[in-house]
């Protein structure tokens, strides 16, 4: 018999896939249209933007999100917020207007989009509950 050391495998699986970048793997769920599968479905379920700013909204017309546009999002703050402070960018800063500059603008077809944003405050909050629904 031939024995496979399957250690190994896993080992350079794993390294393959923890030398990806977030951005990378944000495309590869665009790319093959996962959304759904990047959360557990109970965690979409329950979660609600506006608990990290008020004035996101939880419904597009009358129809509430639904979960693939919630993971979209989901994906896309993360990634934003990664971005600005791997380049030392202020994350608590804000528009003239008051609104969050931690934003992201989602066009969910060609005549809206609409915009989701972190209050400064709710950063740690908003990564604190991502990351414990990735465990």
């Known amino acids: 018999d031939i024995y496979l050391d399957t250690s190994d495998e896993a080992k350079d699986h794993n390294t393959l896939i923890s030398k990806q970048t977030f951005n990378f793997w944000v495309k590869v769920v665009e790319h093959y249209k996962i ?23 939880e419904r597009l017309n009358k129809y509430r999100l639904n979960n693939y546009q919630k993971a979209h999002v989901i994906l896309f703050l993360t990634r934003n917020i990664r ?15 008051g609104i969050p500059r931690l934003s992201v603008r989602i066009d969910f077809n060609e005549r809206k989009f609409f ?5 400064p405050n709710m950063i740690v909050k908003y990564l604190d509950d991502i990351l414990e629904s990735w465990e």
């Not at 380049?87 to 528009?95: I, P, V």
């Not at 915009?115 to 209050?119: N, Q």
């Open 35 to 57: 959304h759904n599968c990047a959360f557990e479905e109970d965690f979409l379920d329950s979660f609600s933007f506006k608990k990290y700013y008020n004035k996101n909204k």
């Open 115 to 119: 915009y989701f944003s972190i209050e």
């Open 83 to 97: 971005n600005r402070a791997f380049h030392n960018e202020n994350l608590l800063k804000l528009r003239k207007s």
